[in-house]
Protein backbone atom coordinates (compact mmCIF):
# COMPACT_ATOMS: atom_id res chain seq x y z
CA UNK A 1 0.00 0.00 0.00
CA UNK A 2 1.55 3.68 -1.01
CA UNK A 3 1.42 5.45 1.82
CA UNK A 4 2.26 9.42 2.09
CA UNK A 5 3.69 10.56 5.70
CA UNK A 6 4.32 14.20 5.98
CA UNK A 7 4.43 16.59 8.97
CA UNK A 8 2.77 19.99 8.86
CA UNK A 9 6.13 21.60 10.64
CA UNK A 10 9.43 22.85 8.94
CA UNK A 11 11.03 23.53 12.76
CA UNK A 12 14.45 21.38 12.75
CA UNK A 13 13.71 19.89 16.12
CA UNK A 14 10.56 19.63 15.67
CA UNK A 15 8.88 16.89 17.45
CA UNK A 16 6.24 16.49 14.53
CA UNK A 17 8.86 16.13 11.92
CA UNK A 18 10.67 13.19 14.42
CA UNK A 19 7.36 11.84 14.89
CA UNK A 20 6.70 11.37 11.07
CA UNK A 21 9.88 9.63 11.03
CA UNK A 22 9.45 6.68 13.68
CA UNK A 23 5.94 6.56 12.04
CA UNK A 24 7.20 6.28 8.35
CA UNK A 25 9.93 3.61 9.62
CA UNK A 26 7.06 1.78 11.41
CA UNK A 27 4.68 1.99 8.12
CA UNK A 28 7.72 0.25 6.30
CA UNK A 29 7.97 -2.36 8.92
CA UNK A 30 3.76 -3.28 8.59
CA UNK A 31 4.51 -3.04 4.46
CA UNK A 32 3.81 -0.69 3.64
CA UNK A 33 5.66 1.22 0.78
CA UNK A 34 6.23 5.17 2.07
CA UNK A 35 6.81 8.29 0.82
CA UNK A 36 8.22 10.16 3.74
CA UNK A 37 8.27 13.96 2.45
CA UNK A 38 9.05 17.04 4.12
CA UNK A 39 6.98 20.15 3.27
CA UNK A 40 10.18 22.55 3.84
CA UNK A 41 11.44 21.13 0.35
CA UNK A 42 8.74 22.26 -1.83
CA UNK A 43 8.91 25.64 -2.66
CA UNK A 44 5.33 26.82 -2.25
CA UNK A 45 4.41 30.51 -1.24
CA UNK A 46 1.31 31.51 0.81
CA UNK A 47 -1.79 30.59 -1.09
CA UNK A 48 -3.02 34.03 -3.17
CA UNK A 49 -5.44 33.46 -6.29
CA UNK A 50 -3.86 36.58 -7.93
CA UNK A 51 -0.52 34.91 -7.94
CA UNK A 52 -2.29 31.21 -9.36
CA UNK A 53 -4.02 33.09 -11.99
CA UNK A 54 0.13 33.90 -13.12
CA UNK A 55 0.42 29.90 -13.25
CA UNK A 56 -0.06 26.91 -10.66
CA UNK A 57 3.90 26.75 -9.28
CA UNK A 58 5.49 23.60 -10.42
CA UNK A 59 5.97 21.88 -6.76
CA UNK A 60 1.88 22.84 -5.97
CA UNK A 61 1.46 20.58 -9.27
CA UNK A 62 4.34 18.01 -8.39
CA UNK A 63 2.16 17.70 -4.26
CA UNK A 64 -1.38 17.26 -6.21
CA UNK A 65 0.57 14.09 -7.63
CA UNK A 66 2.18 12.77 -4.75
CA UNK A 67 -1.34 13.58 -2.62
CA UNK A 68 -3.00 11.85 -5.48
CA UNK A 69 -0.97 8.54 -6.25
CA UNK A 70 -0.70 7.52 -2.42
CA UNK A 71 -4.31 5.67 -0.91
CA UNK A 72 -2.96 6.22 2.61
CA UNK A 73 -1.22 8.91 4.53
CA UNK A 74 -0.48 9.68 7.60
CA UNK A 75 -0.23 13.19 8.94
CA UNK A 76 1.67 14.78 12.34
CA UNK A 77 0.33 18.20 12.82
CA UNK A 78 1.63 20.65 15.45
CA UNK A 79 -0.77 22.45 17.51
CA UNK A 80 -0.24 26.09 17.75
CA UNK A 81 -2.68 28.65 19.37
CA UNK A 82 -5.31 25.19 19.34
CA UNK A 83 -5.33 24.33 16.40
CA UNK A 84 -3.34 23.14 12.93
CA UNK A 85 -0.24 24.87 11.45
CA UNK A 86 -0.42 27.78 8.20
CA UNK A 87 1.86 25.45 6.66
CA UNK A 88 -0.30 22.80 6.71
CA UNK A 89 -3.81 24.78 6.11
CA UNK A 90 -1.31 26.51 3.29
CA UNK A 91 -0.40 23.33 1.66
CA UNK A 92 -4.09 21.66 1.56
CA UNK A 93 -5.54 25.13 0.15
CA UNK A 94 -2.60 24.54 -2.88
CA UNK A 95 -3.30 21.48 -3.44
CA UNK A 96 -6.89 21.79 -3.73
CA UNK A 97 -7.24 24.90 -5.34
CA UNK A 98 -8.35 23.11 -9.06
CA UNK A 99 -6.35 24.48 -12.20
CA UNK A 100 -8.57 25.68 -14.59
CA UNK A 101 -6.04 25.07 -17.84
CA UNK A 102 -5.71 21.50 -16.46
CA UNK A 103 -8.00 19.17 -17.56
CA UNK A 104 -5.95 16.35 -15.09
CA UNK A 105 -6.26 18.59 -12.13
CA UNK A 106 -9.46 20.58 -12.88
CA UNK A 107 -11.12 19.09 -9.55
CA UNK A 108 -9.72 20.69 -6.86
CA UNK A 109 -10.94 17.22 -4.55
CA UNK A 110 -8.76 15.31 -7.03
CA UNK A 111 -6.13 14.72 -4.69
CA UNK A 112 -7.82 13.86 -1.38
CA UNK A 113 -11.07 12.28 -2.94
CA UNK A 114 -11.16 8.81 -0.83
CA UNK A 115 -8.16 9.00 0.65
CA UNK A 116 -7.67 7.25 3.95
CA UNK A 117 -5.61 9.31 6.39
CA UNK A 118 -4.23 8.84 9.87
CA UNK A 119 -3.45 11.61 12.51
CA UNK A 120 -0.62 11.87 14.77
CA UNK A 121 0.66 14.82 16.74
CA UNK A 122 3.15 15.31 18.86
CA UNK A 123 3.51 18.16 21.85
CA UNK A 124 5.06 18.63 25.11
CA UNK A 125 1.79 19.90 26.38
CA UNK A 126 -0.58 17.27 28.13
CA UNK A 127 -2.81 16.98 25.02
CA UNK A 128 -0.06 16.06 22.90
CA UNK A 129 -1.33 18.13 20.18
CA UNK A 130 -5.05 16.51 20.15
CA UNK A 131 -6.75 20.30 19.75
CA UNK A 132 -5.13 20.08 15.80
CA UNK A 133 -6.72 17.22 15.08
CA UNK A 134 -9.98 17.71 16.22
CA UNK A 135 -9.66 21.29 13.84
CA UNK A 136 -8.07 18.77 10.90
CA UNK A 137 -10.50 16.54 10.55
CA UNK A 138 -13.05 18.66 9.30
CA UNK A 139 -11.11 20.32 7.20
CA UNK A 140 -10.08 16.94 5.48
CA UNK A 141 -13.67 15.54 5.80
CA UNK A 142 -14.75 18.57 3.40
CA UNK A 143 -12.24 17.47 0.84
CA UNK A 144 -13.86 13.74 0.50
CA UNK A 145 -10.99 11.88 3.09
CA UNK A 146 -11.74 9.28 4.96
CA UNK A 147 -10.59 9.86 8.93
CA UNK A 148 -9.44 6.61 10.31
CA UNK A 149 -11.55 6.86 13.69
CA UNK A 150 -8.19 5.58 15.88
CA UNK A 151 -5.54 8.45 15.87
CA UNK A 152 -2.84 9.25 18.50
CA UNK A 153 -1.41 12.37 20.16
CA UNK A 154 2.10 12.33 21.84
CA UNK A 155 2.59 14.04 25.16
CA UNK A 156 5.95 14.71 26.50
CA UNK A 157 7.63 14.70 23.18
CA UNK A 158 10.56 16.07 24.05
CA UNK A 159 11.15 13.06 25.98
CA UNK A 160 9.32 10.46 23.56
CA UNK A 161 12.48 9.90 21.61
CA UNK A 162 15.85 7.84 21.29
CA UNK A 163 19.10 8.94 20.00
CA UNK A 164 18.04 7.23 16.61
CA UNK A 165 14.42 9.09 16.49
CA UNK A 166 12.94 5.63 17.62
CA UNK A 167 9.98 6.13 20.37
CA UNK A 168 10.91 5.58 23.50
CA UNK A 169 7.77 4.27 25.18
CA UNK A 170 6.19 1.12 24.17
CA UNK A 171 2.49 2.22 24.76
CA UNK A 172 3.49 5.04 22.35
CA UNK A 173 4.68 2.73 19.95
CA UNK A 174 1.70 0.57 20.27
CA UNK A 175 -0.78 3.56 19.82
CA UNK A 176 1.10 5.27 16.80
CA UNK A 177 1.56 1.14 15.08
CA UNK A 178 -2.24 0.78 15.70
CA UNK A 179 -3.25 4.07 13.84
CA UNK A 180 -1.02 2.69 10.24
CA UNK A 181 -2.41 -0.51 11.01
CA UNK A 182 -6.00 1.27 11.14
CA UNK A 183 -4.98 3.43 7.77
CA UNK A 184 -3.60 0.12 6.45
CA UNK A 185 -6.90 -1.76 6.94
CA UNK A 186 -8.87 0.85 5.85
CA UNK A 187 -7.00 1.97 2.34
CA UNK A 188 -6.97 -1.92 0.85
CA UNK A 189 -10.32 -2.29 1.17
CA UNK A 190 -11.64 0.73 -0.30
CA UNK A 191 -8.78 0.45 -2.62
CA UNK A 192 -10.13 -3.31 -3.72
CA UNK A 193 -13.88 -2.01 -4.52
Known amino acids: MKTL ?4 STRQNSFNRRLA ?3 ASMARD ?3 EVSHI ?4 FDVPMYNADLEANGTPADVVRLKELFYAHPAWIICSPEYNGSYTALLKNTIDWVS ?3 KSDPAWSSGTKPFTGKVVGMLSASNGALGGLRAQSHLAPLLLNLQCWI ?3 GFALSRAADAFDSS ?3 LDPAARKNVAGVIEQVLWAARRLQAD
Open 38 to 41: ELGN
Open 30 to 32: AGA
Open 5 to 8: IFAG
Open 148 to 150: APR
Open 21 to 23: TAA
Open 97 to 99: SPI
Open 165 to 167: GAL
